[in-house]
Nanobody, 127 residues
Framework: QVRLVESGGGSVQAGGSLRLSCAAFGHSYSITYINYMTWFRQAPGKEREGVAGINTIGGSTNYADSVKGRFTISQDKSKNTVYLQMNSLKAEDTAMYYC?????????????????WGQGTQVTVSS
């Protein structure tokens, strides 16, 4: 089993920045098989959507069109942690942000491919 712990959410004004962190905890045997870690978000009344994902083996990244050029996902393998740097935040970025990890992910931004989920961290952007 793998446990994901998110941090870094908060409230910010439009145009501001936040950095989210997601640390994976568990037996190293389980963590080794993770091939993707991805950030999803869900706003009230809306479906959960994939925001940014990273292939933890090769380092390739995927982004939703709505965040390209503003958000950057990265990882620190030594800490089993991924980060989401969010710049130029907009009111429509307001949502609960969830970290997910998967062992057999082929489409990074599809939520049904992930085995493990964090509890979420709230991001609120005021205009």
């Amino acid at each position: 089993q793998v446990r994901l712990v998110e941090s870094g959410g908060g409230s910010v004004q439009a145009g501001g920045s936040l950095r989210l962190s997601c640390a994976a905890f568990g037996h190293s045997y389980s963590i080794t098989y993770i091939n993707y870690m991805t950030w999803f978000r869900q706003a009230p009344g809306k479906e959960r959507e994939g925001v940014a994902g990273i292939n933890t083996i090769g380092g390739s990244t995927n982004y939703a069109d709505s965040v390209k050029g503003r958000f950057t996902i990265s990882q620190d393998k030594s800490k089993n942690t991924v980060y989401l740097q969010m710049n130029s935040l907009k009111a429509e970025d307001t949502a609960m942000y969830y970290c997910a990890a998967g062992t057999r992910v082929f489409s990074a931004l599809m939520s049904n491919q992930y085995n493990y989920w964090g509890q979420g961290t709230q991001v609120t952007v005021s205009s």
